[in-house]
């Protein structure tokens, strides 16, 4: 028999169908999800009156968010960084980051001001 992977084990646990692997690998590699409504704002507060804009509620990885955020600094032109998982971009970039997410394929409103 050239198929011979097992069809139900509780030694490993529930395997994925797609990978076959425990973790998931491929739900590890998927793009952008939302742990809930995906926001981009901007803030003004504790900066001394400097704008930002904000993206909050991407749900990846610390490494995945850093890797996109060196990405939408190169396009935009601008400097920005990364706290507790929220994205800060210095400027106004509301309209080219609602972009920049609707062709990843999330949905994402804008807020603030």
């Known amino acids: 028999m050239s198929n011979t992977r097992p069809v139900y084990s509780t030694e490993h646990g529930s395997l994925c169908p797609k990978c076959g692997k425990n973790p998931c690998a491929c739900r590890a590699s998927r793009q952008a999800q939302a742990k809930g409504p995906v926001r981009v704002g901007r803030e ?45 971009f210095q400027g106004e970039h509301r309209d080219a980051l609602m972009a920049e997410l609707t062709a990843m394929g999330v949905a994402a409103k804008k807020s603030g001001g």
């Open 44 to 88: 003004t507060k504790g900066r001394k009156g400097a704008g930002v804009t904000v993206v909050s509620g991407l749900e990846l990885s610390e490494a995945d968010l850093k890797s996109l955020l060196t990405r939408w600094k190169k396009r935009l032109g601008c400097g920005g960084t990364c706290r507790d998982g929220v994205l800060e």
